[in-house]
């Protein structure tokens, strides 16, 4: 042979692969055209911290204007946008992509992939949620005003709004979109990109609840984007189908909404059990307490979550066998929630424990949650609902399991992972002071709630009878000081970020996982090829 | 994922590929389970008239069959780079060979930077008559020195 001799059999460039082979790309395209998986987890996480700012804003106006009874700062029209829009950045803007993020930092890492399955598609799954959002502020800017019919946009209220309702409903489908393909790439790469010997019960416990949480994601997206098709349909199209005036039924949309709804509740919650569950095991230097129970525990209640929905529309009458049903189902979500609590304490019980910022976060997460947790079990029987239904008891229950809750989890899960990301320890003793500040402020916030709620305050309204005027006065200080020490997280982020005391690899000393045996900072492809997962090996 | 054969003590054949923790049929499945999931609620919906959930359902079954299919394809392809006296020969490819390249031996030159940035793979290739190929790039840093390492053994041995 003089020369080479080159057969191409197929058009494919046989250099071609899906991620970058030399690491990053220089200046800010890095951000727009990167495929690998721990930059665009980092580029969700700090657009779900930048939305939280937004959403935290959006919470003071709120609560600034509860501050007295009678219309202070906004108009009521407003307010009711603030109220709305609140709920969709939060839930949809700052928790779901803040744990999206997370599952593409870590799972590849956790279960010794290269990166997810589908780079491109993760790619794309990022860059259409800030459009989504742009498209969903841009409505404030309009003549006819932001949504003010409620997160839930129950009809015909919502069918009310100005011509900007088309442009929430083309950024809830683009936001639907984003969470079914990165649900998508999250099983695909759960599935077919374990190392040999990681069987499904060597998982660590974050992946085994994402792995649950895509396939809630999965099950109940379509739902919701045909639900708020219908409402387009009926607004421009001139159907029925909750119109009653066309033979439509309205109540329809709310079993249709809260069936992908509660669910939702837990795609916001499992993957917290799931970070809680790492961290508790590391500073307790314990092995998690009842692993495989925690597993199941996790499909019990994504199982549970689809055959509970109706408990949001007790007060909308329904026969008695229903609300027997759908009350009797929901106390049931209690029996494997309580196994995780059981198994988080039983874990810490007897551990070595230690209580840097992390541990904090994850214990007050254990705490809070079950205070949100019991609340929803007293909203669960029937009688008793129909006398709490859209007060502020409400309003206190949600707020406990998603702030201290969902969000706590979030804030573990920074201070835990952040020196693998960066290679540089945070200022744990400015970690510490984040932590307690937020903790007494969450509370001041809403714990209040309650009592209000108790006594008949009604949710969604800017103004209020008198005798509430001291509790949502403290509750507004509670927000305002929550909301501030946030600026803390930022500060300590960044200055984890721009440097300071180098991280070893395996960071803390209880840890265990594939993710703890690589370098800090994780270097830019983890494991191209599949790590050796030997019987004994500790993956989680 | 790194597989060595040797043939006779005359031929070795190192074959690169990502791992791949199910099988297509096992996919199937998969697919199939989430399909009955995504259409079943779908159908339920339907029967109370809210039949607008169908299409919805049914373009999510696609986007998640060609997602699947894509990952398997995706992991299936193999480099499978040939060894012995006279030549090395590199075939990419699924099943059977896409590209092929035939180096003489003699005339190839196989070349590594691993470079200091942890950031950074590095290059292994091999080179002859002025055209290089590149090799192992589903491969780590790690498992780039290990392949440089299985080359450099066998060529040596030939030598």
Redesign the interface.
Known sequence: ??????????P?D??H??HD????APGLMRWVTTTNHKDIGTLYLWFSLIMFFIGGAMALVIRAELFQPGIQIVDPMFFNSMTTLHAIVMIFGVVMPAFVGLANWMIPMMIG??DM??PR?NNWSFWIMPFAFLIMLSTLFMDSGGPAGGWTLYPPLVLQMGDSFAFVIFAIHFMGISS??GS??I??TI??????G?TFMKMPMFVWTWLITA?LL??????F???V??LL?DRYFGTS?FSAAGG?DPV?FQ??FW?FGHPEVYILILPAFGIVSSIIPTFARKELFGYDSMVYATASIAFLSFIVWAHHMFTTGMPLAGELFFMFSTMMISVPTGVKVFNWVATMWRGAMTFETPMLFAIGFVIMFTVGGLSGLMLAITPADIQYHDTYFVVAHFHYVLVPGAIYSLMAATYYWLPKWTGNMYDEKLGKMHFWISTIFVNVLFFPMHFVGLAGMPRRIPDYSLQFADWNMIATIGAFGFGFSQLMFVYIIVKCVRGGEKATGEVWEGARGLEWTV?S?A????????PVIEPSTVTR | MIEVQEENGKTTRLIVKANQSMSWRANLYLAASLGVICMGVAIAMATFGLWMVIPFAGAEIILIVVCLYLTLKRLSRKEVITLNNEAIRLEWGYNQPDVTVNLPRRFSRLSYSCPENIFEVGDLSVSAHGKRYALGSSLNREEKKELYTELQNALGDRA
């Open positions: 042979m003089s020369s080479n001799d080159v057969t191409h059999h197929a494919d046989h250099a692969h899906d082979e030399h690491g990053p992939a290269p399955a589908l598609l079914v393909m998508i790439n099983v695909a599935f077919n990109m374990r190392p040999p990681m396939y999965i099950a109940t997206i379509p739902v984007a045909g639900a098709t219908m349909t189908f439509g329809m079993h249709i069936f370098p900072p270097p830019y492809h983890t494991f191209e090829t599949a």
